[in-house]
């Protein structure tokens, strides 16, 4: 089926339903359907047509929400894109998803026109404000279009998402997420993350639409639950716990980093959280201490996730009744792990050759289901490798224990995940060695209590070559989304080489890491 329809299912069962609440803005399930179907409409008369993608770069509002759903029922791929990207990276997503229409909010309409050499494909920019030139704006093309659209019959594995991830190799790719793919990681949401639902739903969307909280935004649509946006645009504890208390919020996905500000915020006892059943947190590591304080303030209300763009929401998950606080000693060392397979997943691990390790043997995790996804978009090779044997590699690294529980453990590929973002250090790297003074680089991730991890670049500079530690941050702020900037530079005479003359990564993140089970 076309994911399409949660939509006009939801509409048609609960009009009245709010359906979108952003500041004093609100839409019921009608009034949100009949948007999205006018969207529809417009999108077709400028020419967009099934099988095509439609890119999206919008913070989170109301508009974000009907364009994803507009895309699904054409039968589009939506390209929602991360927009704390650099214009540069953005330009290029727009471009290598073949994009001829982007849907936009006016804070990128100038970041837009920047690059809008590198986007020759484009056609039509759709902005929510601030229209100039050929731009179209977002209420002006709803207007005398028909408020009703049929969902555009699709094969189950059309492309309904291109999930752009960071690429390991600098470029990111493209994971193409099927209507079966985001059907059966809807079905799971109500199997294990949110298996009580004996009240009326409301989610809240404090992570950006385009990653993590977008896929929840499905099942959410499908029950019929109202979608909190916060008016605040960027992470504000004081404005998530407003929100929470006033829309009685029964579910949210966070990053880690996200749920440690909200339970060291002082405020966090002044309001009433107890509407609160599914607080989904995952997409990086979360310390077992943070944990057992989260549980404490928040109640039996966690559930952690483990997953990645290609396998979309979960690999594996620890369900609510493994957030306990006076546990006995397995189910404590339970707490550190990411949970067990999720109900409709296969998860095993294997080594270097493919070949299927014993309980607690470390190794990597590969993963088979409905919610794997098709391959990558317009890159076969990848594709292949990635999905060798019907198997997704995850290019993590970690071991299953007796009783089933995945202990993540590090990653192949040598990925920094920073406050929830991935931040893959060759982009970086190849930032860095042209500055002139630099000779040679490696980016590495080290603790960092906030943040999870933090970027941290090891230089060894070019005879006589002179540079501080603030200018090659400057430097690679001019280049790179700020995010993944280095926050500390350390200077050294020569990096640490194996036989074959490889920078040994390992070698200098130990320093770092020392005392530390985890390498995540
Ligand atoms: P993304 O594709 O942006 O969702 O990033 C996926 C990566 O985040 C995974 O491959 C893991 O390395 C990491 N990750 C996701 N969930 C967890 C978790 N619960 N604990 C530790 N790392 C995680």
């Known amino acids: 089926m ?3 329809q949660f939509l006009t299912k939801a509409a048609r069962d609960f009009p009245s339903t709010p359906g979108i609440v952003h500041g004093t803005q609100s839409w019921s399930y009608a009034e949100f359907d009949e948007r999205t179907s006018r969207l529809c409409h417009a999108l077709q008369e400028l020419g967009l047509e099934r099988g095509d993608n439609l890119a999206v770069l919008m913070t989170n509002c109301g508009p974000m929400l009907e364009t994803m759903f507009a895309g699904f029922r054409l039968g589009c791929g939506v390209v929602p894109i991360n927009f704390r990207l650099h214009p540069n990276e953005f330009a290029y997503i727009i471009d290598h998803s073949e994009s001829r229409i982007v849907a936009t909010s006016p804070e990128f309409n100038e970041p837009l026109r920047s690059v809008a050499a590198q986007m020759p494909r484009v056609e039509h920019v759709i902005t929510t404000d601030g229209a100039i030139g050929d731009e179209l704006d977002y209420e002006t093309i709803l207007e005398g279009q028909p408020g009703e659209c049929p969902d555009a019959e699709v094969d189950p594995d059309d ?19 099927t209507h079966r793919n985001l059907e059966a990681m809807s079905m799971g949401f109500f199997t294990d993350m949110c298996p009580d ?15 993590g909280s ?27 716990f407003e929100c929470i208390q006033q829309h009685r919020i029964t579910n949210i996905f966070v990053a880690p980093t996200m749920l440690k500000r909200l339970i060291d915020h ?16 995952g997409g990086a590591p979360m310390l077992v201490q943070d944990l057992l304080r989260a549980l404490e303030q928040l109640g039996p209300c966690l559930v952690q996730l483990y997953g990645q763009g290609e396998s979309p929401m979960t690999i594996t998950y620890l369900p609510h009744q493994d957030h306990v606080v006076d546990g006995d000693e397995t189910r404590h060392r339970r707490l550190g792990s990411a949970g067990i397979a999720r109900t409709d997943v296969e998860v095993g691990i294997v080594d270097d050759n493919d070949r299927r390790l014993a309980t607690g043997e470390v190794g990597e995790i590969i993963t088979r289901s409905d919610l794997v996804m098709k391959g990558y978009w317009r890159d076969p090779a990848a594709s292949d490798n990635s999905l060798r044997g019907g198997w997704l590699h995850t290019g993590d690294v970690g071991y299953l224990d007796e009783d089933g529980y995945l202990f993540l453990m590090d990653r192949s590929h040598d990925m920094i995940i920073s406050g929830g973002e991935n931040i893959y250090p060759r982009e970086i790297e190849e930032i860095l060695v042209r500055h ?16 999870g991890e933090a970027v941290k670049a090891v230089v060894s500079t070019v005879d006589g070559g002179e540079v501080t530690e603030e200018e090659l941050i400057e430097f690679c702020r001019d280049h790179i989304a700020s995010y993944k900037k280095p926050r500390s530079v350390d200077f050294v005479d020569d990096l640490p080489r194996n036989n074959y003359g490889k920078i040994v990564k390992r070698e200098l993140r130990e320093a770092y890491w020392q005392g530390r089970e985890r390498r995540v």
Do not use: C
């Open 2 to 4: 076309n994911v399409g």
């Open 159 to 177: 492309v309904a998402w291109l999930f752009y991830t960071s690429g390991t190799t600098g470029r990111p790719k493209g994971a193409m997420l």
């Open 197 to 211: 639902r004996s009240q009326p739903e409301a989610t809240l969307h404090a992570a950006p639409l385009s990653h």
């Open 214 to 240: 977008g896929l929840y935004a499905l099942p959410n649509v499908a029950m019929a639950a109202t979608h909190v946006i916060p008016s605040a645009t960027s992470f504000d504890p004081v404005n998530i």
């Open 266 to 281: 002082p405020d966090i006892g002044r309001f009433d959280l107890g509407s609160l059943k599914s607080v989904i947190y």
């Open 436 to 451: 002139p003074a630099v000779h040679e680089v490696a980016v590495i991730g080290i603790p960092d209590e906030e943040w």
